[in-house]
């Protein structure tokens, strides 16, 4: 009787278990497939990727919708790059990519970038402080001057 318990007891874990493991293993299948599709230059095949991604796992973190984001804007689909770069900040507002891609992004569609700029330099990112000191600086000083 004690082994029967046992086994009712476990067969529920075990399938829950492989459900788990199966929603894992077909989220990174996809996204490294998407990464394969980035450096090859395929980005619509990369949204693809990501879109599956997406549907085996909706609770992606910052820097797939970072990614998904700048194969929309490779795509000249600049309003869903941005809706991916806004969501990606909201989930993590310390990741520095997203901010940076979302000012380059911003001043590409005349919209105001340099805050952009500026927190993805304080976090950090190298292209974001090139960004900020080298075109919102030097537009500040004109300003001022």
Same mark, same amino acid.
């Given at each position: ?60 973190? *910052? #820097?797939? !919708?970072?990614? $998904? &984001?700048?194969?929309?804007?490779? +795509? ?19 990741? *520095? #990519?997203? !901010?940076?891609? $979302? &000012?380059?992004?911003?001043?590409? +569609? ?22 900020? !000191? ?12």
């Amino acid at each position: 009787m004690r082994k029967l318990l046992l086994i009712l007891f476990c067969l529920p874990m075990i399938g829950f278990g492989q459900e788990v493991d199966s929603v894992v293993f077909s989220d990174l299948y996809y996204l490294q497939r998407a990464l394969g599709d980035i450096e090859k230059g395929e980005y619509q095949s990369a949204v693809m990727h990501y879109g599956s991604a997406f549907q085996s796992n909706p609770n992606q973190n *910052a #820097s797939v !919708y970072d990614s $998904r &984001g700048f194969c929309y804007y490779k +795509l000249k689909k600049y309003n869903l790059a941005l809706d991916d770069f806004n969501r990606a900040i909201t989930i993590d507002p310390d990741y *520095a #990519s997203a !901010y940076q891609n $979302r &000012g380059i992004l911003k001043k590409m +569609l005349g919209l105001s970038y340099c805050s952009d700029c500026k927190r993805a330099c304080d976090l950090g990112d190298e292209t974001g402080c090139e960004w900020y !000191y080298k075109q919102c600086k030097w537009i500040l000083n004109k300003i001022i001057d």
